[in-house]
């Protein structure tokens, strides 16, 4: 039987972080030149059931029967396995390898699941759509991260550019032009739970104050759909900076993100804000040629070295 490989792409929030959390709407792209790779291949001469897991990147080679009950990995092949009611599934190698860094609101949890789904149903020959692949990533989400919004899956398994609401059937997103992107590492890692709980506590306690904020940040990814769909760069750079200042309102930018995104506006960027869970991460910048060595130098200058290029085109997705 010939090895399977499936790979799944990275993500990063345009627009609606945190208020997509009360139901407001969310923009998500994949970023396609960070990858995750899940190849399996058989193992013939070995007893049904046995699962040989290797993550070199991370340090793992073991077995599915030697990982604790309570692990992500062995979690996400249960689930998989309960779904299609398949017990004794046939013996084999899980290969993972991955560009996406972990930890850093680019969904490498996702991509992981969606690219081992993929894979077990490629090898297994089960036909699963996205639908049923974003469904077991979401059920995974929970299990890596408690309660995800579900846009990280669902950006992942149709990758493809998305709106995303709460409850809400997803739609893919019209690209009227050319886009180019770049993330920034702020060097400060975070955590999105506690950035999540932060914003949950002040909603409870300022509600008159904080709930029209979040409000707001849904009507500019609505303004967002529109400008993406005509292709207006201003108008989109110009509504990342409004989102930016509302997310720093609700306390989740950094001193760090902040420089980042002041560094990026004196470059010349047509926008800058945080993307993801915020309180470190990266900053997504909207740029209006793809290399903008006077960012890049601005950038090294002050030690931010870490960056991803990316660009969203129409014939990308159409
Ligand atoms: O940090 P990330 O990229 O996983 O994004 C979190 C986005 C939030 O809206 C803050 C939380 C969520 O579950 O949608």
Known sequence: MPAITSSSPAKT????EHAVVYGQPA???????????????????KPAGTIEIKAPAVGLDTTYAALAEDHPLRQSIDLFTAHHHLPNIMAMRIMIASTIPAGSGLGSSAA??????????????IDSKPEEINYLAYEAEKIFHGTPSGIDNTVIAFNAPIIF???????????????????INCGVSASTAEAVGAVRALVERYPEQVTPLIREIGVITGEAKSAL???????????????????????????????????CERSGALGAKLSGGGRGGHVLCLLEEPDNQRLILNLRDNGFSNTIPFSLSPTDWS
């Open 27 to 45: 923009i998500a792209v994949p970023v396609n030149n960070l990858q995750t790779k899940v190849t399996i291949q058989g193992l013939p001469t």
């Open 165 to 183: 609401q709460r409850g809400e059937p997803m739609q893919f997103l019209d690209i009227g032009a050319t886009f180019h992107f770049m993330l």
């Open 229 to 263: 769909a005509g292709g207006d760069r201003w108008l989109l750079g110009s509504l990342m900076q409004r989102n930016q200042a509302l997310l720093k309102s609700l306390t989740v930018s950094h001193p760090q993100l902040d420089l980042v995104v002041a560094i």
């Open 13 to 16: 929030i345009l627009f609606g």
């Open 112 to 125: 992981l699941s969606v690219a081992l789904f993929n894979a077990l149903s490629g090898f297994l020959g």
